[in-house]
């Protein structure tokens, strides 16, 4: 269901992400939240919010995927709605429509709260490995 190639990102790493649930098309991931990913007004700055739930789509994408198949985004948008402070973040992804060669994809944000504060979309394109 996971393909290898996923099993491990760097950047995950890097921040401290961890992947929590795998299933057929959803996937949930965690970060929790240290002031080093605050911007100049001490909130998580929002291209770390927009790291988590781009995970979150794209290894729901990769669990439709055979071995034998890779992809990449190629359309990404994300809403914010409440900013962060403290706390874990948790991102729920999901494949919403999976068609032969792009995946459409959509995530949400939520703080230790359970409160809403990001929604995205995005497009994966999924090609052979070696082509």
């Known amino acids: ?7 491990h990102a ?12 795998v299933e057929e098309g959803k996937t949930t991931f965690e970060l929790e ?3 080093e990913f605050f911007n100049s007004i001490g909130v998580v700055q929002g291209g770390l919010i927009s ?3 781009d995970a979150a789509m794209g290894v729901a994408c990769g669990t439709l995927l055979d071995e034998e198949y890779r992809f990449y985004t190629i359309e990404f948008k994300i809403n914010f709605f409440k900013p962060v402070k403290e706390g874990k973040l948790i991102a729920y992804g999901k494949v919403v429509n999976k068609g032969k060669t792009v995946v459409y994809t959509e995530a949400e944000v939520y ?3 359970s409160q809403l504060i990001a929604k995205a ?9 070696n082509s």
Do not use: D, R, Y
């Open 1 to 7: 269901m996971l393909n290898s190639h996923q099993h």
């Open 10 to 21: 760097p950047i995950s790493e890097l921040i401290g992400m961890k992947l929590i649930t």
């Open 33 to 35: 939240v240290k002031k």
């Open 51 to 53: 790291i988590i739930a």
């Open 111 to 113: 703080n230790s709260k």
């Open 121 to 129: 979309v995005g497009s994966c394109l999924v090609f052979k490995k």
